[in-house]
């Protein structure tokens, strides 16, 4: 019995061989917008991880700076830091005295003389401050509502906090590309894999017409439904397996090209470098996610083609 299954299964791995060489035209039209599908998705995974990447080395070179008033108390800027700390989005709170203040600032106008001798002609005129560095840029406002209460803002400066204007701008600007960037690549790989699916839909379809009189041979000979259906079956895992393959390859290539033609080593909040590294550090699980896609496609296409059109009861 189990020898008898053997062949059957043989078979139907054959028959859908000879049949993917038999329709090699039709596979490559469903095959171009399957590879066109699985390289957005590997671009989709491979930008995502890159712009996260670019986000969070973002996030650590910036903070917001809370000015605070000369006249508060230290029991009062130790009670702010501590409720800041407790914020989700707070990463890292750091206080520095107006001693301190003044001394950092020196360090990042080492080069500034002009600057230097500006600053040394009167008493320290910086305020103490609170440096917070946030989680995610994308919920900085939560930072922000917590400062502007009357009563964390009665203890900063007018100029406090430094979240705002031209830099507040720029970080928004920062956020918002990242998010809209995201969603229309989750938009891009929903459209092709439908596209896909009903190409391969339509493949199919037209290789049972052309076979038609075969298969009702088949049928009226008693042949079972998953014997008819499954060359098909197997005919469009080929055209998955192969195109992932092609996509895979269709990409390290792109990264090989970029790497020797490109002078700089981003494209906006795209890391060209970290994307290849991260290519070649995760190829084979990238390999094994594109194989399990263009499977999944390619069956389930296939599945609910023969079904909608042998009109088959399904074998239990």
């Given at each position: 019995?189990?020898?008898?299954?053997?062949?059957?299964?043989?078979?139907?791995?054959?028959?859908?061989?000879?049949?993917?060489?038999?329709?090699?035209?039709?596979?490559?039209?469903?095959?171009?917008?399957?590879?066109?599908?699985?390289?957005?998705?590997?671009?989709?995974?491979?930008?995502?991880?890159?712009?996260?990447?670019?986000?969070?080395?973002?996030?650590?070179?910036?903070?917001?700076?809370?000015?605070?008033?000369?006249?508060?108390?230290?029991?009062?800027?130790d009670k702010l830091v501590n409720e800041l700390k407790?914020?989700?989005?707070?990463?890292?709170?750091?206080?520095?005295?107006?001693?301190?203040?003044?001394?950092?600032?020196?360090?990042?106008?080492?080069?500034?003389?002009?600057?230097?001798?500006?600053?040394?002609?009167?008493?320290?005129?910086?305020?103490?401050?609170?440096?917070?560095?946030?989680?995610?840029?994308?919920?900085?406002?939560?930072?922000?509502?917590?400062?502007?209460?009357?009563?964390?803002?009665?203890?900063?400066?007018?100029?406090?906090?430094?979240?705002?204007?031209?830099?507040?701008?720029?970080?928004?600007?920062?956020?918002?590309?990242?998010?809209?960037?995201?969603?229309?690549?989750?938009?891009?790989?929903?459209?092709?894999?439908?596209?896909?699916?009903?190409i391969i839909f339509n493949t199919i379809q037209m290789?049972?017409?052309?076979?038609?009189?075969?298969?009702?041979?088949?049928?009226?000979?008693?042949?079972?439904?998953?014997?008819?259906?499954?060359?098909?079956?197997?005919?469009?895992?080929?055209?998955?397996?192969?195109?992932?393959?092609?996509?895979?390859?269709?990409?390290?290539?792109?990264?090989?090209?970029?790497?020797?033609?490109?002078?700089?080593?981003?494209?906006?909040?795209?890391?060209?470098?970290?994307?290849?590294?991260?290519?070649?550090?995760?190829?084979?699980?990238?390999?094994?996610?594109?194989?399990?896609?263009?499977?999944?496609?390619?069956?389930?296409?296939?599945?609910?083609?023969?079904?909608?059109?042998?009109?088959?009861?399904?074998?239990?």
């Open positions: 019995m189990k020898h008898r299954h053997m062949i059957t299964f043989s078979r139907i791995i054959r028959t859908g061989a000879v049949n993917f060489v038999r329709n090699a035209w039709l596979a490559i039209a469903a095959m171009a917008v399957m590879v066109v599908t699985l390289t957005i998705v590997l671009f989709s995974v491979i930008t995502n991880a890159t712009f996260t990447n670019t986000i969070d080395n973002i996030t650590t070179k910036i903070d917001i700076s809370v000015y605070l008033k000369d006249g508060i108390t230290t029991t009062q800027s407790q914020l989700p989005n707070v990463a890292g709170v750091r206080y520095l005295t107006k001693e301190m203040a003044l001394q950092e600032y020196k360090q990042q106008n080492a080069g500034n003389q002009s600057l230097l001798a500006a600053i040394s002609e009167t008493d320290n005129p910086l305020p103490a401050t609170i440096k917070v560095k946030p989680r995610d840029l994308n919920k900085v406002q939560s930072i922000e509502a917590f400062l502007t209460k009357p009563a964390n803002a009665a203890l900063q400066t007018p100029e406090s906090p430094s979240y705002n204007g031209d830099r507040k701008a720029a970080i928004d600007k920062i956020a918002h590309a990242t998010s809209i960037l995201r969603k229309a690549g989750v938009i891009a790989v929903l459209l092709f894999t439908l596209i896909s699916v009903l290789a049972i017409f052309n076979r038609r009189d075969e298969l009702t041979i088949m049928r009226l000979l008693g042949a079972s439904t998953w014997y008819i259906r499954g060359p098909f079956v197997v005919e469009s895992i080929i055209y998955g397996i192969l195109s992932a393959i092609i996509s895979v390859l269709f990409v390290h290539a792109l990264f090989v090209a970029a790497s020797s033609t490109l002078q700089a080593s981003s494209l906006g909040l795209l890391d060209i470098n970290y994307a290849a590294r991260y290519f070649s550090a995760h190829f084979w699980m990238l390999l094994t996610v594109q194989l399990g896609l263009g499977i999944l496609i390619g069956a389930a296409s296939s599945i609910v083609a023969t079904r909608r059109y042998l009109k088959f009861k399904t074998v239990k």
